[in-house]
């Protein structure tokens, strides 16, 4: 069992930053795979960026060159460092860990991005 507690949003202008964290507790954190999720009202959840056990990190196409996913596993703690926010970055922001069958949530953070 892994348990994932995100924090770090908040209310940013646009062109602001963020730095949204996720600390997991259970087992092994450096042998899952982890990702950043988000949703936006009436929208479905969208992948934003993932991190491989082994460091690999893939990232959407919206979001490249703004945004940084990264791993501590001494901390067991995966990061999003977003930059350049847009208004439509607007969403709730979920943590993700898996691992074969296993997948884990978070309970979101929100990310608001406004003027």
């Known amino acids: 069992q892994v348990q994932l507690v995100e924090s770090g949003g908040g209310l940013v202008q646009p062109g602001g930053s963020l730095r949204l964290s996720c600390e997991a507790s259970?087992?092994?954190?450096?042998?899952?795979?982890m990702g950043w999720y988000r949703q936006a009202p009436g929208k479905q959840r969208e992948l934003v960026a993932g991190?491989?056990?082994?460091?690999?990190?893939n990232y959407a196409e919206s979001v490249k060159g703004r945004f940084t996913i990264s791993r501590d596993n001494a901390k067991n703690t995966v990061y999003l460092q977003m930059s350049s926010l847009k208004p439509e970055d607007t969403a709730v922001y979920y943590c993700?860990?898996?691992?074969?069958?296993?997948?884990?949530w978070g309970q979101g953070t929100q990310v608001t991005v406004s003027s």
């Open positions: 991190i491989t056990s082994g460091g690999s990190t």
């Open positions: 259970g087992r092994i954190f450096s042998i899952y795979n």
């Open positions: 993700n860990a898996g691992r074969l069958s296993y997948i884990y």
